[in-house]
């Protein structure tokens, strides 16, 4: 029994050893496991972002041509209100995913940013839709538009830990008046 004594500080060590050794492993794995899910969900979230911004944008950019026919905009390519309108219907049905997407996995940040966004384009679009000739309105709006995406890309930045980005914002060339 005396020999068994002896190792007994000996047998305690190696178990505290291998207790320490496993705990260590266990918390290690857990921390890595969280880190891995975190950049997961980032990544998706900058997924959902993109997705959502380019397909706004496609209803942007159709609203520019419409505004471009009605002569509020000076896009190179106009296109009539009808010939725009199954246009924009497909890129509202197909960004109505993103839009869902965005809702659930963005920071409630984004999310309003991108409310505010949208709204400003869905005047835009009423504005087209309505024949209005009017570049200084159309001026207006193209600059609560542009703001908004500001706004919007500004949040996602922050939302992602990115650091900051340029504003896109150039000149605007002038429509001339009829």
Do not use: C
Not at 27 to 35: C, E, I, S, T
Not at 86 to 102: D, F, N, S, W
């Amino acid at each position: 029994m005396t020999a068994f004594l002896q190792q007994l500080p000996a047998l305690i060590g190696v178990v505290i050893g291998a207790l320490g050794s496993y705990l260590a492993v266990v918390r290690g794995d857990r921390v890595r496991f969280r880190r891995e899910q975190a950049a997961r969900w980032e990544e998706r979230r900058f997924t959902v972002y993109t997705d959502w911004s380019q397909a706004l944008k496609q209803q942007v950019a159709l609203t520019y041509r419409v505004a471009a026919h009605l002569g509020n905009d000076p896009h190179p390519h106009p296109l009539s209100a009808q010939d725009a309108e199954p246009l924009l219907a497909e890129v509202q049905t197909a960004r109505e995913p993103h839009g869902e997407a965005l809702i659930l996995l963005g920071s409630p940040d984004v999310v309003e940013h991108a409310r505010g966004w949208i709204v400003t384009v869905m005047e835009m679009e009423r504005f087209v839709r309505e024949g209005t000739r009017d570049p200084a309105a159309w001026r207006s709006l193209l600059e609560r538009q542009r703001a908004g995406r500001e706004g919007f890309y500004t949040a996602v930045r922050e939302d992602l830990s990115l650091p900051p980005g340029h504003a896109a914002r150039w000149p605007l060339p002038v429509v001339p008046q009829p």
